[in-house]
Structure formats: structure tokens, C-alpha cells
């Protein structure tokens, strides 16, 4: 039976994220990603992830394009650019995060990846003991992150989703800025409920990621997303002749939910199982982040590597404000405009991001409707009121 340091299981944005950090090279520990086969339906599929970042980060040499302003664009075509400051907009392509994972492991003594799904972790004060289906293969692990999908120990009482559907097109002729990404554009069909958004990344004049956002309740047929993607880059974007070079689609949960990271002794929980995902704006990458070098440096330090909090306990209840807010209708585009366009980019990014202040919070707060947020907080503090929500069994 191998026996590691480390089995971290999933290679998803949080599990590559993890063993990247934890993979220090000689003298550090051995650790294992544990992946599903490509046929797997349990794999995650290829993807584009993009985050904010001060200054030089760990995964730089992979980007596929970083940007220092973005652009945001109301539903009657005001658009405006937001500089970044000392912080860059930064695009990752998973494939390629996932072959220098793979790499750092083929260089870490004891380390490398096993191919199957676990169906079984059972932990305990010395350590934990990982099986696969359909093997008799067992693991043996010091400590495990795992980011399979898992409910939540507390039900949501807002529970939304975020659901997209992207294409890479390549046009014929010159149609993109490559220095103005579109972090959100309201120049496009509006759902019944919730709302939707255009995005755009341009990796030159010629190439963008372009997709159709939705915040909503359920996610569409694929079919559904085909009419609104194709009228956005016609008639909005101006792109015509085009093709599309990859498509990636997705959803994403945006709930109140709580989730656990600590699944028992030895046995932690990363990502979206692990309350990584922010309620509010469907990020988790930059909190993957900040949880897996929180865990490197403890593992390094000899100490146990439960990874921290994700976001602030005051970010999750002005989450659970919003997405109440969000859900009854009462706030929309304006509001996510109104967000970058009253405050300073700075500001809105750490708010995005889960490191704000206090006192950040407080001026976004009173830019914020006020009516609309209050009514949002009276429905979200009267569940409590009535009495403890039941947790779903695990």
C-alpha cells in the first residue's frame, strides 16, 4: 500500500491549487492528486478561470493574458474603464495549470498523480486511508483535502446559481480591444429573473473569451444560451464573421448554505465543498489560494494544515443580504454599475474578493440602496428568528 504525506482529491481549480502550493520540492512532503479518468463525468472539464492579483503571483508564467483596467457597461451602453492600480486581471487556462501540477509533482520525492475515484476516505487521529472504485487500490495519507462535491450541513435560505456558457471565437478581421476586457455588460437580454451579463476577455484584436452570464434560480438547457451568445457578439459586439475555436460552459452555486472544511480528524474539505465559492459573486479561486498557501506553510511549519476561513463571517451575512435582495428583484444591473462607478476600484475588488475592511464595507454600504438592502435583512434575519435551520445528513 503507497503511503504519502498528503492525498489531495480532485483537480479542480481548488485541488490543482492546492498541490501546487504544497508541493515544496526537496524536503517538503509527498504529496498525491488524486484525479477521475478523462472519461470520468465526475472530471472536471477544461475551463478558463480569472482572478485579481497584486504584483507577482505564484502561477504568472502561465497566464494566458493579464489586463490593468477593466471595463464595465450599464443596459444603455455607458461604459466605463476602471484602472487596477498595483493589481492585474489575470487569466488561467486549466489544462495548462494542470501539466505544471503535474510537473511539480514528477519533481517532489514521493509524489505523482493516481487515476480513479475515491469512494471511500476513512480518517482517524494517525492518519487516513483513501480506497478507489471498482479497485482494491488503497491509499494511505497523513492528511487529506478533498473537493469532491458535498451538501452543505446548513440548507440555504436564498439558494441562486450562477450558470454560463462561453465560446473562444477567432474573427477575420480586427474586433477587439486586447487592453479593455468587459467584466460585465448589461447590453444583453435580461432573463424573466435574475439577471444576465455579457463578458469579455481578448486575448488579442482577433480572439476573445465571450460569454453570457446568468444569476438565476436553475441553470438552462445548453440550447438556451446558442440565441443570446450569438445576438451579443451580431449586435452588440459588431462581430460578424467568426468562428468558435472551444466552448466551456458552467455552474456555479451562489447560496447562504454553510458548508464544513473540517470533514474529521486528518480530513479537510477545499473549494466549493468547503465554503470557497463567495455567495455573492461566484469567486472561489483567489480563497483557494489563500487557503492552500495557508496549508503549505503549515505543513512546512509542522503544525496541522486545517485550512482557514475563507471569507469573514460579517462577508457571508452582507452575502446573505444581497442574494435575498437579488432573488426578490429588488436589486439589479444598476446595482452591480453603480457598485464600480461610486467606489473606488481598489475597494470594490477586496470587497469582491473577501478582504475588505470594515470601513471599506461601511462606505460601499451607504452607496448601497438602502430600502431595498434593509427589506433584504428583515427577510433574512426572520428564518433565524423562528428558530435554528435543519442541517441536510451527510
Known amino acids: 500500500m503507497r503511503t504519502v504525506d498528503i492525498a489531495v482529491i480532485g483537480a479542480g481549480a481548488a485541488g490543482l491549487a492546492f498541490a501546487h502550493h504544497l508541493c515544496a520540492g526537496p524536503g517538503g512532503p509527498s504529496v498525491v492528486l488524486v484525479e477521475p479518468d478523462t472519461g470520468d463525468p465526475?472530471?472536471?472539464?477544461?475551463?478558463?478561470?480569472?482572478?485579481?492579483?497584486?504584483?507577482h503571483g505564484a502561477f504568472d508564467d502561465l497566464l494566458t493574458a493579464s489586463w490593468a483596467s477593466v471595463d464595465v457597461c450599464s443596459g444603455d451602453g455607458v461604459r466605463s474603464r476602471h484602472?487596477?492600480?498595483?493589481?492585474?486581471?489575470?487569466?488561467l487556462g486549466s489544462e495548462v495549470l494542470a501539466g505544471a501540477v503535474e510537473e511539480r509533482l514528477a519533481r517532489t520525492p514521493g509524489s505523482g498523480r493516481l487515476v480513479g475515484a475515491v469512494s471511500h476516505v476513512r480518517a482517524g487521529p494517525a492518519g487516513a486511508r483513501l480506497t478507489l472504485e471498482g479497485d482494491r487500490t488503497a491509499l494511505r495519507?497523513?492528511?487529506?483535502?478533498?473537493?469532491r462535491p458535498r451538501p452543505p450541513v446548513r440548507a440555504p435560505r436564498t439558494a441562486l446559481v450562477q450558470h454560463f456558457r462561453g465560446w473562444t471565437v477567432r474573427t477575420e478581421q480586427p474586433a477587439f480591444d486586447p487592453a479593455a476586457p468587459l467584466l460585465i455588460d448589461f447590453r444583453v437580454p435580461q432573463p424573466d429573473t435574475g439577471l444576465a451579463f455579457g463578458y469579455v476577455l481578448p486575448t488579442?484584436?482577433?480572439?476573445?473569451?465571450?460569454?453570457?452570464?446568468?444569476?438565476?434560480?436553475?441553470?438552462?438547457?445548453?440550447?438556451?444560451y446558442d440565441l443570446p451568445l450569438t445576438g451579443y457578439l451580431h449586435d452588440v459586439l459588431g462581430v460578424r464573421a467568426h468562428r468558435v475555436e472551444a466552448v466551456e460552459a458552467g455552474t456555479v452555486p451562489m447560496t447562504d448554505a454553510r458548508h464544513l472544511?473540517?470533514?474529521?480528524?486528518?480530513?479537510?474539505?477545499?473549494?466549493?465543498?468547503?465554503?470557497?465559492?463567495?455567495?455573492?459573486?461566484?469567486?472561489s479561486f483567489a480563497a483557494s489560494q489563500r487557503q492552500a498557501r495557508a496549508a503549505a506553510r503549515a505543513v512546512l511549519a509542522g503544525r496541522p494544515p486545517t485550512p482557514p476561513r475563507p471569507y469573514p463571517r460579517r462577508h457571508l451575512l452582507m452575502d446573505a443580504v444581497l442574494l435575498r435582495a437579488l432573488?426578490?428583484?429588488?436589486?439589479?444591473?444598476?446595482?452591480?454599475?453603480?457598485l464600480f462607478r461610486s467606489n473606488g476600484t481598489g475597494d470594490v475588488l477586496r470587497f469582491l474578493d473577501g478582504t475588505s475592511t470594515p470601513?471599506?464595507?461601511?462606505?460601499?454600504?451607504?452607496?448601497?440602496?438602502?430600502?431595498?438592502?434593509?427589506?433584504?435583512?428583515?427577510?433574512?434575519?426572520?428564518?433565524?428568528?423562528r428558530g435554528p435551520a435543519t442541517p441536510e445528513p451527510p
Open 42 to 55: 465526475r472530471r472536471p472539464a477544461p475551463r478558463t478561470w480569472c482572478y485579481w492579483e497584486d504584483g
Open 83 to 91: 484602472p487596477l492600480g498595483p493589481a492585474r486581471y489575470k487569466m
Open 141 to 147: 495519507a497523513g492528511w487529506v483535502f478533498d473537493s
Open 204 to 224: 488579442d484584436s482577433r480572439r476573445a473569451l465571450v460569454e453570457y452570464t446568468v444569476f438565476g434560480r436553475e441553470p438552462w438547457p445548453e440550447d438556451a
Open 261 to 283: 472544511r473540517v470533514e474529521g480528524p486528518r480530513h479537510f474539505r477545499i473549494g466549493a465543498a468547503g465554503g470557497a465559492v463567495r455567495p455573492s459573486t461566484g469567486y
Open 327 to 338: 432573488d426578490r428583484g429588488r436589486i439589479g444591473p444598476d446595482f452591480f454599475t453603480g
Open 359 to 385: 470601513a471599506q464595507e461601511l462606505a460601499i454600504g451607504l452607496r448601497s440602496p438602502l430600502r431595498a438592502m434593509l427589506r433584504s435583512s428583515l427577510d433574512t434575519a426572520r428564518p433565524r428568528l
